[in-house]
């Protein structure tokens, strides 16, 4: 489901603060935000995977897109909020 | 001591095709390659810290550069490459 509202407004500040770097204009082959067509093959790899690529780092994204005070919550909220606006 | 000639063409093609993406530019943090002034602070960390980093990752920087295929002494070398150029 789509992240509540008031943890959507959290999310996107983690989203503005931590991922945007990359996926504001999509580089370093970072799925554009707000892209279907980048986003569709990830969504389907089903949200776990994407939760751990996300925690973990994956390819050239570090873990939790660099930022590690980032809690595993906040890291996973921030995946939901760009899946929804991406979708 | 800088790579000998053989490495450092070497090296300068694994900075090429991993290192530059973000190096070249000096994006998200990353000390700019041949920027005296961005290097003097990682160099004074020690070769080993920096080899570190760059096997592990760091802040922005995913594990080798984000290239999982690279050796340990391939990373090193090109480390030492950086190095040589930006110091």
């Known amino acids: 489901a789509a992240p509540a ?4 407004a959290k999310a ?3 989203y503005k603060a931590t991922c945007m770097a990359c ?9 554009k935000f707000g892209d279907k067509a980048a986003w569709g093959p990830r969504v389907a790899k089903g949200k776990p995977a ?5 925690l ?8 939790r897109g660099g930022n ?15 899946i929804a606006k991406s979708n």
Chains 1, 2 share one sequence.
């Open 12 to 14: 996107e500040k983690i």
């Open 23 to 31: 996926h504001g204009a999509g580089v370093l082959g970072a799925p």
């Open 68 to 82: 590690p005070a980032l809690k595993d919550d906040e890291v996973k909220a921030v995946v939901d909020y760009m």
């Open 56 to 63: 973990n780092g994956f390819k050239m994204m570090p873990p």
């Open 5 to 8: 509202p008031a943890d959507s």
């Open 50 to 54: 994407l939760y751990t690529n996300a």
